[in-house]
């Protein structure tokens, strides 16, 4: 790669990683869940990227894989969790609504 295209290419990763954090920040600020989880969802996406671009080449594919669906199974389990508190939530003030 040309040095100009890597320089080019370092300040686009790191503009996205600002815009996705910053989307974060905002989505948090003003309780915005479509904001933030945007956010959220092109930082793992940025982040994902470079773990392939850093390591592809570096570790043994075995090793990278392993690697790979541990991170997928911690963030599944992590997401399902929240998912699962949110379902309970609406739940049980859909419930209180109905009582009142």
Do not use: C
């Amino acid at each position: 790669m040309v040095q100009g295209q890597t320089n080019r290419t370092v300040s686009l990763v790191l503009a996205l990683r600002h815009v996705s954090l910053l989307a974060i920040l905002h989505g948090i600020k003003f309780d915005d869940p479509v904001t933030r989880g945007f956010g959220l969802s092109f930082l793992f996406i940025n982040l994902y990227t470079r773990y392939f671009e850093y390591f592809w080449d570096a570790v043994h594919k075995a090793i990278f894989f392993a690697l790979l669906a541990v991170s997928f199974w911690f963030l599944g389990s992590r997401a399902e969790r929240i998912w699962n508190l949110s379902i309970l939530k609406r739940r049980t003030s859909s419930e209180h609504s109905d009582m009142g």
